[in-house]
């Protein structure tokens, strides 16, 4: 299910403020209560926000969205975001992509490549991948989680740690204001961290959403990162900490992407 304008802007404002009262709203896009609680319960639905009396808040930082209704949240900024990554990578290269529905737009982006060595713990990025001529695909042993078709644990850490690869693109579920890079599955996040020791570059893809949203685990520091691809500015006071911590930021729209902020 798509998001509408004013929909899109609800969401917006509670991860902004954290809790927008129904009045608040009202006011803000001059529409009915009624309006207001329908798109709300539309909201809760997917998952994306919580319901609180009077209003709406942030879900628990101790579980993610659903995963079909990331796939579909902001699905034409994950495209942008994920041409712009392929075009950082070069023919013949080796990489990592890990679990995320950004990551798999990035999969989808690098067909036209040639020559690419993929290591993944993604079976839906498996699938994408394998049957390209001249694509050398391998999966991670593991456990496959049924929710998102990931491959986590102990397995696929060691299976990741006997590689040393080109790139490393990588997902995330949130970026806390002091630069902290927040998920949800200490499984999953084993993973990443194994792939970022794995890689010489590692690209952190991920749209505006993830800009101080909560999670409970911590998966490292923005600082390991080399190149942050993302779909809108980050706000002012995090875009001085990436530049602080060297990490160039690029923004993808539409028509291409232009430099943010952070290591030229």
């Given at each position: 299910m798509n998001l509408n304008h004013r929909q899109q802007e609800i969401l917006r404002l509670v991860q902004q403020?954290?809790?927008v009262s129904i009045d608040d709203l009202v006011s803000?896009?001059?529409?009915?209560?009624?309006?207001?609680?329908?798109?709300?319960?539309v909201l809760c639905d997917?998952?994306?926000?919580?319901?609180?009396?009077?209003?709406?808040?942030?879900p628990s930082s101790?579980?993610?969205?659903a995963y079909p209704a990331r796939q579909v949240l902001h699905l034409d900024e994950k495209r942008w975001i994920a041409r712009l990554a392929a075009q950082h990578i070069p023919d013949k290269s080796?990489?990592?992509?890990?679990?995320?529905?950004?990551?798999?737009?990035?999969?989808?982006a690098l067909t036209d490549h040639a020559g690419l060595r993929?290591?993944?713990?993604?079976?839906?990025?498996?699938?994408?991948?394998?049957?390209?001529?001249g694509f050398e695909v391998i999966v991670t042993g593991g456990l496959v989680?049924?929710?998102?078709?990931?491959?986590?644990?102990?397995?696929?850490?060691?299976?990741?740690?006997?590689?040393?690869?080109d790139f490393g693109i990588i997902g995330i579920s949130g970026i806390d204001l002091d630069g902290t890079l927040l998920d949800f599955d200490y499984r999953e996040v084993r993973v990443s961290q194994a792939i970022i020791a794995s890689s010489r570059k590692v690209l952190l893809v991920t749209d505006h959403s993830k800009f101080g949203r909560n999670a409970m685990v911590r998966l490292g520091h923005i600082s390991d990162v080399d190149l942050l691809i993302t779909d809108c500015l980050p706000p002012n006071n995090m875009s001085e900490m990436f530049a602080q911590a060297e990490v160039q930021v690029l923004v993808a729209d539409s028509e291409g992407a232009s430099l943010s902020s952070g290591n030229t």
């Open positions: 403020r954290g809790f803000s896009f001059n529409v009915t209560p009624q309006t207001i609680r329908r798109d709300i319960n997917m998952g994306l926000l919580r319901r609180f009396h009077g209003g709406a808040g942030l101790v579980e993610n969205i080796s990489l990592f992509i890990n679990l995320g529905t950004t990551t798999e737009e990035v999969a989808k993929v290591i993944t713990n993604n079976l839906n990025v498996a699938m994408l991948l394998s049957d390209q001529p989680r049924h929710r998102d078709h990931g491959i986590v644990g102990e397995a696929t850490v060691d299976f990741i740690k006997q590689f040393k690869v």
